[in-house]
């Protein structure tokens, strides 16, 4: 998975409680992603960064907060998990955005269960 | 809104056969095109992938068709695998600072 973690692998909470997950890259590349994936609906994505400190919402980025204070590390947090954040979720990480020589590498994924 | 999109949602093939999976995309600025494999409990892997100034591009095994004209992408695996079953996405670019969109994915499944 091109040196791409995500930690934790599975988890499952209870809808009210925060929620953070980590994806950790031993790439050095700039660009990291997290998207959701859901049967019907492939794979959305919530948030992405640029560069340490700089972040930008996706499609689905409602309910979600990142961070990215080192260039190996991108967290993802809920604040309040609800039972519509159940999903996949996977860490991508690219060297450039348009990945024209590069494409997004993807990470093992993380399930994530809301009761 | 414009969106990358799956003609099929499954493919069931005989081992050895060749597999063509179909993609179509509505946005006539994309130029730029990938084609991710994603087998169970893991994340998607890179195959292939195309730029809109080219028709075809050719990988071990596998061959990507695009045509602009019909906004139509299409990978084709030759001598299809059992390891070859898995969940295949196209994803597309539209340029500037547009993230990858994909679409939502075909089944492939090799029958022994």
């Known amino acids: 998975d091109a040196g791409i973690t995500q930690s934790p692998r599975h988890k499952v909470t209870e809808t009210g409680t925060p929620v953070t997950l980590r994806c950790h890259q031993t790439?050095?590349?700039?660009?990291m992603y997290w998207y959701r994936q859901d049967p019907g609906h492939g794979l959305r994505l919530i948030h992405y960064s640029y560069g340490v400190k700089d972040t930008d919402k996706g499609e689905v980025s409602d309910g979600y907060s990142v961070s990215r204070s080192k260039t190996e590390d991108f967290l993802l947090t809920l604040e309040s998990a609800t039972s519509s954040q159940t999903s996949v979720y996977f860490c991508?990480?690219?060297?450039?955005?348009?990945?024209?020589?590069?494409?997004?590498?993807f990470g093992p994924g993380t399930r994530l269960t809301v009761l | 809104g414009e969106s990358v999109g799956l003609h099929l949602p499954t493919l069931s093939v005989q081992e050895g056969d060749n597999s063509i999976i179909n993609c179509a995309y509505s946005?006539?600025?994309?130029?730029?095109f990938i084609w991710y494999k994603q087998e169970s409990g893991k994340g998607p892997q890179f195959i292939i992938d195309?730029?809109?100034?080219?028709d075809k591009r050719q990988g071990q095994r596998v061959t990507v068709l695009l045509n602009k004209t019909v906004k139509h992408l299409s990978l084709q695996i030759a001598a299809t695998q059992p390891g070859d079953s898995a969940v295949y996405f196209c994803?597309?670019?539209?340029?500037?600072?547009?993230?990858?969109?994909f679409g939502k994915g075909t089944r492939l499944s090799v029958i022994a």
């Open positions: 790439e050095n590349h700039r660009y």
């Open positions: 994803a597309e670019i539209s340029g500037g600072n547009t993230p990858l969109v």
């Open positions: 991508a990480i690219s060297e450039s955005k348009t990945s024209r020589s590069d494409t997004q590498y």
């Open positions: 195309i730029r809109s100034n080219m």
């Open positions: 946005n006539s600025a994309s130029d730029y």
